[in-house]
């Protein structure tokens, strides 16, 4: 029986080993970051914890919040900061996935080749903020 | 220090840990932090009071053998003051943070299968973006139905977990054609036995149905799938228990992926209350699994699945507007 791991099985778990350990390490530096005032948030935390009871869409508008990647324009406010390490970790597994899919290239294991290239596209649909159009 | 001393010290510390962890649900169940005056209390004491009750849930998750996503949205979601929209958001931010910190163990010793966690994780990780959109849809429409749904659910996985029974190396006779054509088989050293065992997979086509759903709750409830995709793996398509939680961790990084991007663009995810729950249930996790060596993990699984029954008997009161448990 083939049992044997393909090599980007172990580039697999390196990239998630890395990759969610620095997610998680910017995550805590950049909450002392915001935590401590040091840069000045979009959205003062009063205000999030007067409104975190109230559904996404009002607290989206009462906080005047971007939606979908528009968040990326306030990096320099440090709320908006923290996505960085929230982020980096969200799309650690399509990385990953681009990997497993040229070793199922090489080894011309066509349906697990074209399962990742499925599994790449549905991820990259949810990350796109498509499905989200229709929330503004 | 001697190994009894630091065996009664760990006691101690679970011990202390499990008081505490049961004298905020007392207390939340008492008092119910919801409409509770949050202007006054200084902003700090929200995320310091959330990093200690994750670690908490992060050291009973792993005792009780459950992920933490099952049991952070019923018992933030019941307990706390925060919509569930953002409950959702941040418990799939934590599953998928406990996720892929135990993905790169399981893959490198060879214990989660990419055979069989690649085809199921195609399922359930699209069908989880059509569950995270409902979930939004219905709390848009009534935050109460997707409270009522929730309890439910938690009940179900309590009564799951009470009843299950897993094997640990179910029999195979005959792997089935979409078993076969997935090439869903290999082998692993059991550590205690020193023995090598093979495996494979039936009922492949039934347990890719099943998967349909639990990724539908599972983007719907921001819960991680741990409880489904176990019984699922091992039951009903025989793979061995040991492969069965190691893969179903693994295939959470994926399934988790997909309904996280949906809450995180609509807007679910607020670091205010993600980021404390992630780190604090990963450090619980982590003292959890030294803790497991030496504690009676049994007796907290059953005081758990107890905290899971009420905890869904609490958000079916609380979506219902019914108040009989506060």
Known sequence: MDNKQIPEQITYANILFFGAWIGIFIMILTYVVYATGLITPHVDIMLIIQNWDKGVDEYMHITNSPRGWEWLTLLDKSDYLNFVGLVLIALLTIVCYLFLMVGYKKKKDWIYFFICLFEIIVLAFAASGILDAGGH | ?326
């Open chain 2, 1 to 326: 220090m001697s190994k009894t001393h630091i065996i009664k010290w760990c006691h101690a510390l679970s011990l202390f840990a499990l008081v505490l962890f049961f004298h905020a649900l007392v207390m939340a169940a008492t008092q119910d932090l919801s409409p509770a005056p949050t202007s006054d209390w200084p902003w700090w004491v929200w995320p310091l009071l959330l990093f200690v009750f994750c670690f908490v849930l992060g050291i009973v998750a792993v005792l009780a053998g459950v992920g933490g996503g099952v049991l952070y949205v019923p018992l933030v979601g019941g307990f706390f003051p925060f919509h569930i929209d953002f409950v959702r958001g941040a418990g799939l931010m934590v599953a998928l943070a406990g996720a892929l910190a135990a993905g790169p163990g399981l893959l490198r010793r060879n214990l989660a299968s990419i055979r069989l966690a690649l085809p199921v994780a195609l399922i359930a990780s699209a069908c989880s973006i059509v569950g995270a959109l409902l979930g939004l849809y219905l709390s848009k429409l009534n935050p109460n139905i997707v409270q009522v749904c929730l309890g439910t659910t938690i009940f179900g996985i309590a009564i799951l977990l009470l009843f299950s029974k897993n094997t640990e190396k179910p029999v195979v006779t005959k792997q089935d054609a979409i078993g076969l054509a997935l090439n869903i088989h290999g082998c692993y050293l059991d550590e205690a036995t020193q023995e090598i065992v093979h495996w494979k997979t039936h009922h492949t086509l039934l347990g890719l149905v099943m998967f349909i759903f639990i990724g539908v709750l599972a983007g719907m409830f921001g819960l991680g799938a741990g409880w489904a995709n176990v019984p699922v793996l091992n039951l009903l398509m025989g793979a061995p228990l040991k492969i069965s939680v190691a893969t179903s961790k693994f295939l959470l990084s994926i399934t988790d992926t997909s309904a996280a991007w949906i809450y995180f663009n609509k807007g679910c995810v607020i670091p205010l209350i993600a980021i404390p729950s992630i780190v604090g249930l990963m450090f619980g996790s982590f003292v959890g699994v030294k803790l497991l060596s030496i504690v009676k993990a049994k007796f907290i699984r059953y005081i758990v699945i107890a905290v899971l029954l009420f905890a869904g008997l609490k958000a079916i009161d609380k979506g219902l507007g019914i108040g009989i448990l506060g």
